[in-house]
């Protein structure tokens, strides 16, 4: 992983404060909204399932197996089938075919907010979505 920000290179093993750190995330996730953007412009979601939806690709990445999955049922206005897919999708290492248990519980909570009701709006970009899955910030 290597990323320019503020005209500096960041690596895994680079010390930034908090502050920079969420302005990375929020410039990612910004990026990802518009990838959905691009990839399925007549997308309607929810504020909760298109942060599950954001979560899920700032943690998996936006690739053919999202694209050619997830991506795919909410074209295709398949929110049920979204929403079961998400528990399996991506929870093993490259290195093993045993899910993960962060990986298991970290997609639970994103279908449960995906399953979260409320009415449908164009793509926000949240910025209390990093606070979602990461309290502690």
Do not use: C, H, W
Request: proline share 6%; no cysteine; hydrophobic share 40%.
């Amino acid at each position: 992983y290597q990323k320019k920000f503020d005209g500096r290179s960041i690596t895994f093993s680079s010390k930034i404060d908090k502050y920079d750190a969420l302005q990375l995330v929020l410039d990612y996730t910004s990026n990802l909204k518009q990838y959905l953007v691009n990839n399925a412009p007549n997308l309607e979601l929810t504020q909760n399932e298109f942060n599950a939806i954001i979560s899920i690709m700032y943690n998996a990445g936006p690739g053919k197996r999202f694209k050619g999955v997830i991506l795919n049922a909410l074209i295709a206005k398949d929110y049920p089938a979204a929403a079961k897919i998400i528990p399996n999708f991506a929870v093993t290492s490259k290195d093993s075919e045993q899910p993960l248990p962060g990986l298991v519980s970290r997609r639970l909570k994103e279908q449960n907010m995906f399953l979260t009701l409320e009415e449908k709006q164009d793509f926000p970009l949240s910025v209390d979505l990093y606070k979602e899955f990461n309290p502690d910030f």
